[in-house]
């Protein structure tokens, strides 16, 4: 290297030196030190000015609550909320001591300490604000005190910050004990209940002088979720949660001293009473008012914000179809019942959702006899049963995946298979043998026939040739909630749970075509501050137009000629299907026009209790099938929704009617000439879709010696114990029991 190029790379080292030098020089921990206390006092001293600057306001002014408002689609009043306030303010001296502390040991541990905030809650509730997910983040009892009576419910930063300059003055100026006295008076524990008097007649019928430590550790923890808590509706995860909280909440007092661990022992959780129904939402409006608040709590408006008041709720209730259902339930099935005094008519449940097929928008919804006389929704409710209207989803997902009988034949509507009752299924590690409705046996049948009548023994076979496992992803994706949904056999008789609601999706969603329906009440939210539109479901293809057509050309079968015929008049064209659970515990009518699908259902329910009972001898008729109320039902009230009829056809394409097998030999053949039961079916006559074939009296059960079935099986057999732990259904269905799962 020259002396040249040396300089020239002492030169270069030294610049680096200088830099490498500037650098630590700039960073010395001396002014890193200096920049953060600056920054600390400029945070303090701004913290400072706005604790000088902020005064504690007023508390709310009561005057300035207003009602909300529910309306119609057509913006025709339907009911107003009460514009007062449910409260009654009692002094803490009313309240026990015992229940006084669940609300420290559930809500605030140290709040007998603290100064009234908790800066690490506060950061996290100003971190999960700033990243949008709202109101949540750790609070003392001070600041949700002040949040209630001094504040409002936004989910701002502005407002978190002023509520905890609030709270610190809030804390220096009154007493622990006026503070909690505010808190417990102030809050919202739910069913309309605002402060501690209301929540305990609201949820035990007591005063709050009167209640024990396991209601008061209840009502404490409704404060952390009041709607999803509420154990009259809440879900199985709900309840679990509030029973966890519960315990939590007795748990921490056994910790602060407050119970001892004897006593913690003794506490049962403490079961709340029913809810009674608000004045004003007698017959159908509180059950239409109830549908409405539960849609609005999943798009953010809770019932802290419908307390504020000021709201225009919109429904897509149609009021004159909704007017229409009601006096065709009255007309066809109430006018009939002897309520007081007969047994059977008195345990009558009548639940319906009628559905606009493109849209989801629900046009009528019929919940019970009157909201005030039965509180649950009989159109939303999961705990019955869709029995056989089940079956035309085990026909879709055999379309969907181009399933094939045990003899290999594509399933389709003129697919033959064996309807003998009793017959056990072929291919399953899960024994199963149903027995048909009045255990008739129905020979070879087609799938078309077997729709039509409702054949336990030919959807039996089905479902495994298709696996349970496919068909029940057909149903999710078709809109069937995944409720006591085991892959066995036995669903293919629609052993799950299921609303009207849900089904009127599923149906909505045939009748579209294959592409997916999910039924909605709320239309707008509007309020003086923001207006909320319910964001549109996404109307994907779940299942293909051909699957869902080749159904829906079953089902006008069904109506035509089949178990649904009470639905069938030439003013409209229908698609349905009939459907009665095990024990007749429920009966069902699934139907749709192409222009309006609607699911009608009754459920035998106890009066005492809400027990499951047998709906068999309504109105003196003998078996309530869902061919005889809820058709008729649906038929009245479709008739009247359509204006009296419609002249709209279903554009049906691709209707796949499968493959049969191929016809005998003449070799085959008897000499003799075959009897009248020994001719071939309409189902079997190539010229004949089923679809247009009437309804005719099964063979017997012997096959036809003509025909070849594309299974096997005997046409007797025992009937067959199920494995340890299978359940095919209601308790103590027997697997060949099934004689009232069906038509």
Known sequence: MGRADARRARAQESRRAAKSGGIRRLFTWKKLLGTFLGIVLLGMGAFLALYLYVPVPAPNAMAERQSNVYQYSDGTVLARSNSGVNRQIVDLAQVPKEVQHTFVAAENKTFYEDDGIDLKGTTRGLINTLSGKGKQGGSTITQQYVKNYYLTQDPTISRKLRELVISLKVDQNQSKSQILAGYINTAYYGRGASGIQAAAQAYYGVDAKDLNVSQGAYLASLLQAPSQYDWATATDTGKRLVKDRWSYTLKNMVEMGWLSETDRAKQEFPVPQKPKPAKGMEGQTGYLVEAVNKELDKQGISAEDREAGGWTFTLTIDKKRQQQLEKSVDKELESQLDREGNKIDATVQAGATSVDPKTGKVLAMYGGEDYVKHYVNNATRQDYQPASTFKPLVLAAALENDSKTQDGNLIGLNTVYDGTSKRPVVGSETPFNPQNEDNRSYGPISVQRAMNSSVNSVFAQMIVDVTPAATKRTALALGVPDKNFPERPAVTLGTMNASTWDMAGVYATLDNHGRKVTPHILQSAEHRDRTVKPEAAKKEQVISRASADTVTSALTGVVKSGSGSAASTSAYQAAGKTGTSEENKSAWFAGYTPELTTVVALFGESPKGGRQVSLTGT????????GGFPARIWADYTLGALGGGSDARFDLQDVERGEVPPPPTPSETPSEEPTPSEKPTPS??????????????????????????????????????????????????RPGGGGLLGQ
């Open 684 to 733: 079997q006559t190539p010229s004949k879709t089923p679809s247009e074939t009437p309804s005719e009296t099964p063979p017997t059960t012997s096959a036809p010696p003509t025909i070849t079935p594309p299974t096997v099986p005997p046409t007797k057999s025992p009937e067959l114990p199920p494995p340890p732990g299978e359940s095919d259904g209601q308790p103590g269905e």
């Open 619 to 626: 109105a003196n008729s003998g078996r309530a099938n869902g």
